[in-house]
């Protein structure tokens, strides 16, 4: 009976930590009910391959070709469409904002960044979205900082930094003023596990969560407003560990455990703790910037690895749309 009326870990989260769904299938959306929801081009590849969503790959390629130009020209143009297709669904089932990738390709372009974020905007602004409700994801190089940056202070566009690994890349980002970053727990046990000796940790010990929470304290302590969001999680275990974090995006699998568990949850993180860490600021120009990255061997690794990854999974995108 007792069990019966405590609340699911999930609820439980929900309460101390806004929870993002990770994911660009909208019957997971419905089903966890997620204030927000976090797309990028492996979960759009995965999404667009489902019989359901044919409709929409259909129209992303009809809009490719009404706009012309060169056979490189409409499926780069399909392809946008296509994400913002998928973001504007996703954003009539949830109350918050959607994140919409822009192509990994640019990574090192932040002019090029910015166009195709003003890009993203304006389609969304042709189905009648608000960049109220947008979350332009850019990588976490120094030209994606810079980009987001720009975005913020010129266009009033929201960024969403991903790819996030080292405390280098949290500290540029807060400095450039972005609304959220993504800094990823799972793909750093990972590199751990498969680099060192020791291959199982505790939730707090995992270094995945000590380095978001290490972030987290930082942006508290120091007054910044960026929202951090953690994400990529292997397990529940690691999501609990960093109850209280402002947001985390999970994926509709660990959802669902989170929704059958029933553990009592209590805040690991708070602004009160953090205001009390001996953390020390600092300011990184660019030089700083890429030294301090340079020094972090896994978060140099994990960032290329991940580009290369969202890179290999757009051009997988653009060939299905070809």
């Keep these: 009976v007792k069990r019966q009326k405590m609340e699911s870990a999930l609820d439980q989260l929900k309460h101390h930590t806004t929870v993002v769904a990770d994911t660009g299938d909208f019957n997971a959306i419905d089903e966890?009910?997620?204030?927000?929801?976090?797309?990028?081009?492996?979960?759009?590849?995965?999404?667009?391959?489902?019989?359901?969503?044919q409709k929409l790959v259909d129209d992303a390629v009809a809009y490719g070709k009404k706009l012309g130009g060169s056979e490189e020209e409409q499926i780069k143009n399909a392809s946008d469409k296509l994400f913002v297709l998928f973001g504007a669904e996703i954003l009539k089932r949830i109350p918050g904002r959607v994140s919409t990738e822009v192509d990994a390709r640019l990574s090192f372009d932040k002019e090029g960044m910015?166009?195709?974020?003003?890009?993203?905007?304006?389609?969304?602004?042709e189905v009648g979205v608000g960049k109220d409700r947008i979350l332009i994801k850019l990588s976490s190089t120094w030209e994606g900082i810079q980009a987001g940056r720009v975005l913020e202070a010129e266009h009033g566009i929201?960024?969403?930094?991903?790819?996030?690994?080292?405390?280098?890349?949290?500290?540029a980002c807060a400095e450039a003023g972005v609304t959220l970053i993504s800094p990823f727990v799972g793909r750093i046990l990972d590199w751990y596990v498969a680099n060192g000796d020791k291959k199982t940790y505790e939730p707090s010990e995992d270094p995945g969560v000590k380095s978001v929470t290490k972030i987290y304290n930082y942006y508290?302590?120091?007054?910044?407003?960026?929202?951090?969001?953690?994400?990529?999680?292997?397990?529940?275990?690691?999501i609990k560990a960093l109850t209280g974090c402002d947001y985390l995006t999970i994926s509709p699998k660990l959802l669902a455990e989170l929704s059958k568990e029933h553990v009592k949850l209590t805040p690991t993180l708070s602004v009160k703790e953090a205001q009390a860490c001996d953390l020390e600021k600092m300011h990184l120009d660019e030089k700083a910037f890429r030294w301090h990255h340079n020094e972090d061997q896994m978060a140099v690794e994990k960032l290329s690895d991940g580009i290369r990854r969202f890179a290999a999974d757009a051009v997988k995108l653009e060939r299905m749309l070809k």
């Design 32 to 53: 966890y009910k997620p204030l927000d929801a976090t797309t990028n081009p492996s979960l759009i590849l995965a999404a667009a391959q489902m019989p359901a969503y």
């Design 158 to 171: 929201h960024c969403n930094m991903t790819l996030l690994f080292s405390f280098a890349q949290a500290v």
């Design 220 to 238: 508290k302590k120091f007054g910044y407003k960026t929202i951090v969001m953690g994400a990529s999680f292997r397990n529940t275990g690691q």
């Design 114 to 125: 910015i166009q195709r974020a003003r890009r993203l905007i304006d389609l969304y602004k």
